[in-house]
């Protein structure tokens, strides 16, 4: 176990250089997945149901075919076909193809490859589908009902890995068990209990998702694609094409934001196809509609909280019931909400049960600490309505049952050494919280969020440069920041400037695994495994040095880019110095680092939300908003505050006007950036942030991933901050203006 | 002896005891042993000679990679979880 | 979007020769914000897009302190609302113009053009509604004025016939002691289609206390903008209070007749009617007491 | 057959001429016809602002107008912000104020700065956040990128020698 510097001597770390691909982004010369071009280039688009929920009775493209300038078209059929019994690899291709059955609306169906985009889309319209339509379920309600049309026909509900009998839309039910709820009620002196429902809402990426594949004679595939994983991505291709992983290359271009969204594939597999069938390659982007329909927004669904307390304020039970739409395909995130649903609560007698339920929308995908948000806008406003019926200030009652290390997650294990605490302490501390808010129809809200964050595996090398720098070779795709912070850990460990680390993010077969960028883990594990590759590169240069002036290698001393001697205080040489003799004594240097990490410490983050409402209108006014989370040790400021902006953006537009809205045939109506309602600059104050840093000593730097969790409390905090300012309690998401109107007029 | 915990869907399978003492070094061995004591519990726990791929398994609260192979120590905890996916 | 073809016609003559031998299959272009967005979802699918842009009668901005104020149909909004005229004497058009998209959709996008898409939902049509304002149409060889209140017909549709085209926009000159406002609620600060848009004209007696005449106007609230006459006959002679401002807005609740979407409930919209008939007049009668 | 028509205009004050079908947009003319890519589609329904360039001055969602029509006008697009190799005050002012994450919204935000400081040199909070309300960003929550526009607006007035 590395044990972490003392952060007071750091020297690049917790400074905020300029990140290294800043130049090509401020110039337009960074290549994103829809700039990229090659020759004989073609153009693909893909048909998509109009239907929520059909068999496919027969398919005919003759005609699209027919059409001047298309060159290729591809149906399921041109897919592998599904081994018997494999239900999973049936439900990955079923989701880039359908076959027999088309599941929600934008269910893609065929891929059309064209000399131009718009002859491919033209082609669209010529291709006929004979659907015989069947029932819908939207919701889990509608889904759950014993009634309601089966989805998947023959799938029967999980327990544990198990194959229960029961023959319904649930796919699987979780449960987490611990001491004895009952008793627990039982001896509460006061109860409260609510059923929290949300919307579908998505990840808002202003980047549509593009690829492009070539399939050469050779039988070899190649990728170039905006992606959260160009490994993840390698294997699913080679998963859902039947072919061996040596054949494909995925090469990662700059990505414009994912958020968990772009951890799936989508068109890959497709343009694939077309290119094996055209012989060229096949570039397909998604329009704005597609990406809303078509890809993996975060489900809807409803967290049933129920919380026993004495009256001095200490928890004696908690009990959850959540239910998530999957989307068409079985895999919401109901496991992880179940986990993080009473994270930050201690308490000996806790019950979870979690229902992933198939509804007739797309295959729900990860959206930044997926499933942790929809559950605490349930069990953050039962707290708060405790402490107010307690008449004990939100954040002290949460200080008083606050987890600390050593206590037990619901599903089993302890806690690891966390922030909660210092995080409550500094929102109890912030310049908002201090200071006093009045007036009428005004209210300010708290609440805190969980995120468990993930290790997975990370490699990086490091090669010498005869000048003393460095490159740096990395495969974890750059959304916020990263390549600067991971570098910024190389050069710490390497005691050079940080200028002299060159990150270059590369392809499949140049690096070794690397997993998601996605479950906030990728300037904790990639930037670990720079850490070990640099500590090699150190090692090799003390050896190389001992050879060179002929002394033991132990005696040799590295600091502040300096190479020394116990043996001969004469001896010295620079960093810079000894990697220009590098060729002539022996070659150049080149260091590896790999790291799965086992231990990962989680991140809390709280959010304080002041807001006013116009009871005329219902409109709400965020008046001040200040975000707190635990970094463990900040690499680059400037970019966590800017993760804790961005996750606190999302959090209010998933509060106020952020839905999926659907008629009642089961068509999403608002799939356009006009109307599915993000916020804009007009629409946000300014983000205060607090950084918390109680290091993660399973990190050499003490690291934690602050990608998520900041989240996760902004939807409870402003549900609070509305009960304060109206008086009154909201159970459904998004609290939109005509919500909050229909809530006033309740009872007057 | 490793303490392990019975995830509460399998409770049912284990006359309701959620956590038992076991031998073993390692979470093959552990897994072993629990099967003398609750007979069959292991089909519900392995596939082949590998951990079902929707169960993960934590040792000291850390999910380990190593499934069957990670190394149990004296006064270690042993869970089984749900396989979760990366946020 | 279906292959198009497109002419640019530097002269009336020219583009109304067009529009008489191929108008059916011709869509008249001016800013494309709204147009462009319907072809791509094959709302529309002509064969020729002849762009106005250049047509010089359809670029007059000018103001006559007796005729008001001639607006061609293909000026654009930012000339609109930049223009020291306009800002004197038409402020609500300024309301208006000022929010339709934002700043680079006003960079191209025209009142002619947010007239003749003739949305329910229109920023500017209300405005024009109140004001009085008619268009000047005209096809080869006839030219006719319509008022703006009867010139949109539906969702999308409004009276041009297929060989027509229209030229201008003509407000009245602004009376003594009148003023006019434009509001409309959305749930974001910007970028939104109004859930209800109100404009409102106000015509007080010399001594301020009583209305000698007013017109409401509602957009998104009935297929077509709303122009709410039991307001305009309730009001005139009426004292200026709350109670017949009140009043007003609870006519123009009933006048209204909404559909429920995704951007606010049928009772919702009512609601909102009501509150902003209220608020738009009250900016009317400040806008007369403050010039 | 779908006919192509001769298109002359000047973008980054250099001359430009193409070849396109009408109902290709500028935003598509600029990417796949000329091959500068540092506009970039968000939505094509002039909804995000990923795609504004200069018009004659002016602002637009470059994906709402069609390349036939900026025959004969002057366009500004993001490869034309900076002076060769010097980048101007914005550019310097969004990387020193970490106002991007993914950067896939930069190059519209910083067209729309430069539109903003050329018409309002020393705008307030709120004029700034107006301004940029076209501009969708779902990384940043807008802090930084107000800050950076604050900061671009000192920046050039020091480099005026104001």
Known sequence: MTNIKDPKKYEVIGTRPLRPDGTDKVTGRAIYGGDFEMTGLIHGKIFRSPHPHARIKSINYDKALELEGVIAVVTADDLPVNPVGNIAIGYSRGNILAKDKVLYVGHAIAGVAATDPHIAEEALNLIEVDYELLSAAMNVEEAMDSSSQRIHENSFMKEFGEMTTTNNNIDEHFQHKMGNVDKGFDNADLIVEGKYSTVMVHQGYIEPQAATALWRADGSLTVWNSTQGSFPDRDELSNILDIPISKIKVVPLEIGGGFGGKIPIYQEPVAALLSKKAGKPVKIIMSRKEVFESTGPTPGGYTWVKIGVKNDGKITAMQSELAFEAGAYPGSPVGMGSLCVFAAYKCDNQLVDGYDVIVNKPKTAAYRAPGSPNAAFATEQVIDEISQKLGIDPIDFRMMNAISEGDRRVDGPKFPVNGLKQVLESMKNSPQYQKKLEGPNKGRGIAVGYWFNVGLQSSCSITVNTDGSVNLIEGSTDIGGSRASIAMQAAETLEIAYESVNPSIVDTSTVGYTAVTGGSRTTFSTGYAAHLAAEDVRDQMIKRASEIWGVSNDSVVYSKGQFSSNADPELNMSFKKLASQLEKTGGSIAGNGSINPKKVGGSFSGSICDLEIDPDTGKSTILDFTAIQDAGKAIHPSYVEGQMQGGSAQGIGWALNEEYFYDQNGIMNNSSLLDYRMPTSLDLPDINTIIVEVPDPSHPYGVRGVGEANIVPPTPAIANAMKRATGKRFYNLPMNPPAVISKLNQDS | ?87 | MKYVDYERPTSLKSALDILSEKGDVTKVLAGGTDILVKLRVRREQPDLLMDSKEIPELNELSFNPDTGLTIGAAVPLYKLYADADVKKHYPALVDSTTIIGGIPIQGRATLGGNLCNAAPSADAIPTLIVLGATATIQSSGNTREVSVSEFCTGPGSNVLKSNEILVTINVPAPADNSAAHYMRFIPRNEMDIAVVGVGSYVKLNASGDKFESVNVSLASVAPTPLNVTEISEFLSGKDVNDENIEKAGQLAKEASKPISDMRGTAEYRQHLCSVLTKRSINKSIERIKGA | MSKKVHVQTKINGEDVEFLCEPRQSLLECLRDVIGMTGTKEGCNDGNCGACTVILEGRTVTSCLVLGVEVDGKELTTIEGIADGDKLHPIQTAFLENAALQCGICTPGFIIATKSLLDHNPDPSEYEIRWWLANNLCRCTGYDKIVRAVQDSAKKIKAQAGG
């Open chain 2, 1 to 87: 002896m490793a303490k392990v915990f019975i995830p509460a869907l399998l409770h049912t399978f284990t006359r309701n005891v959620s956590q038992i003492d076991v031998e073993g070094n390692n979470v093959r061995t552990v897994i072993n042993n629990l099967d003398m004591e609750f007979p069959g519990i292991k089909s519900k726990l392995v596939e082949g000679h590998q951990i079902k791929p929707s169960i993960s398994v934590a040792v000291d609260g850390n999910i380990t990679p190593m499934g069957l192979l990670e190394e149990v120590g004296e006064q270690s905890e042993v869970h089984f979880l749900p396989a979760i996916s990366g946020g």
